[in-house]
T-cell receptor, first 112, second 114 residues
Framework: DTEVTQTPKHLVMGMTNKKSLKCEQHMGHRAMYWYKQKAKKPPELMFV???????INESVPSRFSPECPNSSLLNLHLHALQPEDSALYLC???????????FGSGTRLTVV | GDSVTQMEGPVTLSEEAFLTINCTYT??????LFWYVQYPGEGLQLLLK?????DKGSNKGFEATYRKETTSFHLEKGSVQVSDSAVYFC?????????????FGKGITLSVRP
């Protein structure tokens, strides 16, 4: 298995809703990442988990809450989002920096 | 800090034309370099990579050579196809372990006409 699987592919939520994005990989990668990508822009790093521990938080607002239940799973819990949070949310994993990251196909989030 | 600079876009070419997309970088150490491609409505796919100076990465007819003396990693393809239409990102990561960060360029949109 050489893929990163993200669910759902599309999500529409209201500003008072609570939802979660899920990411799964079975490549034995020990680092997992959440990125946010706005249209026509490069991905922006949000969080890094290394060996199931949060190692980098790029000053992301607390309405985004990451969780890494085990080495294969990464969640992003969403609460009280704003319309400007609408974007493509990408999950990625890596074995080591020299091998590159494997990205999932993303969740396209719309906040209404 | 680290940075990646890509040529301004968009780029429009006719099918079978030669492609060059310029990428230069600034880094404090000896980074690994990558090209990622994003097709419409999809996530990023690793196109090719190089981990040390003079390495050449290649995949699907695309090539890029890690040039330390010019801090460049230009992407080339001899004959583009309509299916190559996508956004291309140059990126680097410093060798700081499994949780090292990817630094992206701004990306460039390539459109190939039949």
């Amino acid at each position: 298995d050489t893929e990163v699987t993200q669910t759902p592919k599309h999500l529409v939520m209201g500003m008072t809703n609570k939802k979660s994005l899920k990411c799964e990989q079975h490549m034995g990668h020990r680092a997992m990442y959440w990125y946010k990508q706005k249209a026509k822009k490069p991905p922006e790093l949000m969080f890094v988990y290394s060996y199931e521990k949060l190692s980098i938080n790029e000053s992301v607002p607390s309405r985004f809450s990451p969780e890494c239940p085990n080495s294969s799973l990464l969640n992003l819990h969403l609460h009280a989002l704003q319309p400007e949070d609408s974007a493509l949310y990408l999950c990625a994993s890596s074995r080591d920096e020299g091998y590159g990251y494997t990205f999932g196909s993303g969740t396209r989030l719309t906040v209404v | 800090g680290d940075s990646v600079t890509q040529m301004e876009g968009p780029v429009t070419l006719s099918e079978e034309a030669f492609l060059t997309i310029n990428c230069t970088y600034t880094a404090t150490g000896y980074p690994s370099l990558f090209w990622y491609v994003q097709y419409p409505g999809e996530g990023l796919q690793l196109l090719l990579k190089a981990t040390k100076a003079d390495d050449k990465g290649s995949n699907k007819g695309f090539e890029a050579t890690y040039r330390k003396e010019t801090t460049s990693f230009h992407l080339e393809k001899g004959s583009v196809q309509v299916s190559d239409s996508a956004v291309y990102f140059c990126a680097l990561s410093e060798p700081t372990g499994a949780n090292s960060k990817l630094t992206f360029g701004k990306g460039i949109t390539l459109s190939v006409r039949p």
